[in-house]
């Protein structure tokens, strides 16, 4: 069964700094990852699909990287609306679509 | 733009079954390459993927919760459903449809499912 660890579990940036989260599958997912943005109160959102491709509408600041095991998701320059909870889930691996743990970004 | 619907009872007893219903708008169930999808996420707590179904009917169920899990498709409505058997506290939590094309691209709102007597 394959495991998503997300690290860390908190991080907290200055609006207009750089944020990276990172999540890890415990054996490859191949690109088969997307990230999640949850708001309080709010469905997920889906924000990068096949590792590293942004979703309909989500802005350039966005972005994700990595294969295999191995996965980053990068916030360029932080705006108030980004902090929030982030997950990563992979979908290569059937029938468990695992979702990490989550990362929750607060302002410094 | 596609919508998805949760509706269901918000109070089930411990030891009963959970029952709940997406349906879907401004899109067809039957649409190839798309699974529908059913996620949880208990107050507080991270995110759970239940399982999925095809519109022709073949389902895919989270290992951990396979024993207890039915998820079932009604194409002619435009509607999929989830029945939990033997719920106990544990399975309070916010429940999900969602489509999945791989990533879950589409979100139902959310229906609060709380289990106590």
């Known amino acids: 069964e394959i495991v998503m660890t997300q690290s860390p579990a908190t991080l907290s940036v200055s609006p207009g700094e750089k944020a990276t989260l990172s999540c890890r599958a415990s054996?490859?997912?191949?690109?088969?990852l997307a990230w999640y943005q949850q708001k309080p109160g709010q469905p997920p959102r889906l924000l990068i699909y096949g590792a590293s491709t942004r979703a309909t509408s989500i802005p350039a600041r966005f972005s994700g990287s990595g294969s295999g095991t191995d996965f980053t998701l990068t916030i360029s320059s932080l705006q108030s609306e980004d902090f929030a909870v982030y997950y990563c889930?992979?979908?290569?691996?059937?029938?468990?679509?695992?979702f990490g743990q989550g990362t929750r970004l607060e302002i410094k | 733009q596609l919508q998805l619907q949760e509706s269901g009872p918000g109070l089930v007893k411990p030891s009963e079954t959970l029952s709940l219903t997406c349906t879907v708008s401004?899109?067809?169930?039957?649409?190839?390459?798309?699974?529908w999808a059913w996620i949880c996420q208990p107050p507080g707590k991270g995110l759970e993927w239940i399982g999925n179904i095809y519109y022709s009917g073949s389902a895919y169920y989270n290992p951990s919760l396979k024993s207890r899990v039915t998820i079932s498709v009604d194409t002619s409505k435009n509607q999929f459903s989830l029945k939990l058997n033997s719920v106990t506290a544990a399975d309070t939590a916010v429940y999900y449809c969602?489509?999945?094309?791989?990533?879950?691209?589409?979100w139902g709102q959310g229906t609060l499912v709380t289990v106590s007597s």
């Open positions: 054996h490859s997912v191949s690109s088969n």
């Open positions: 969602a489509r999945q094309g791989g990533a879950l691209d589409y």
């Open positions: 401004g899109g067809s169930i039957s649409s190839s390459n798309y699974y």
């Open positions: 889930q992979q979908y290569n691996e059937w029938p468990l679509h695992a």
